[in-house]
């Protein structure tokens, strides 16, 4: 078994020791930056590691990128197979056990801001990787074939995913959480 899914193996097997004992490892979120639209235009942020980077977007693909542009480290469509009139929304979150800065990705559709993409980014073993996306909410529940518009929000320093529906009533929520025995995020449903 490779790498990659022997964490989404131990990563299950944490989510389900996690509903048992009913608390995660004690990540907290100590900071968080506003939202920056990234329509069709590049932003530049600095790592965890003081490197500086840059979030580049032509309204169909998001990609992060070294600040010179010669590296694409990842890169980030609609996950409902609509690629344009995309906007993306980046923040950094800044956390403490583990000291992480972490970028979250939404991506929007429309005057309602329609979901069709969510992301939490970071480094991991000094290399770009996604710990969170769309198909992490799928597998809790999240239901993929329907209108939401998704939000975070910081609760006792914990970062928790929101889902509304079409009417502004909640469909769906999570807590992502760090687990230390396999090095990797994983998500609790509420």
């Known amino acids: 078994m490779n790498r990659i ?3 989404f193996a131990a990563a299950g097997i944490a989510a389900s020791l996690f509903f048992a004992q009913g608390q995660a490892d004690a990540m907290m979120v100590t900071g968080i930056s506003q939202s920056m639209t990234i329509a069709d235009k590049t932003v530049t942020a600095s790592d965890q590691d003081g490197q500086n980077i840059k979030f580049v977007s032509d309204g169909r693909v998001l990609r992060l990128m070294s600040a010179d542009g010669t590296k694409d480290f990842l ?4 996950f ?3 690629y ?6 980046v923040r950094a979150i800044e956390t403490t056990d583990p000291g992480m800065r972490l970028f979250e ?5 429309g005057a309602q801001d329609k979901n069709c993409g969510y992301w939490l980014v970071g480094k991991h073993n000094g290399l770009w990787t996604t710990y969170i996306s769309w198909n992490s909410l799928s597998n809790l529940g999240f239901r993929v074939d329907r209108w939401h ?3 975070s929000q910081i609760v006792d320093q914990q970062l928790i995913i929101t889902s509304t529906d079409g009417y502004g ?3 769906f929520q999570a807590q992502a959480f ?3 025995s396999c090095q990797w995020f994983g998500l609790k449903k509420m």
């Open 5 to 7: 899914s022997t964490c």
């Open 75 to 78: 890169s980030f469509n609609s």
């Open 80 to 82: 409902d197979g609509h």
């Open 84 to 89: 344009t009139g995309v906007n993306f929304q």
């Open 105 to 109: 990705i939404i991506a929007v559709r």
């Open 149 to 151: 518009r998704i939000v």
């Open 169 to 171: 009533r909640t469909d």
């Open 178 to 180: 760090w687990d230390a």
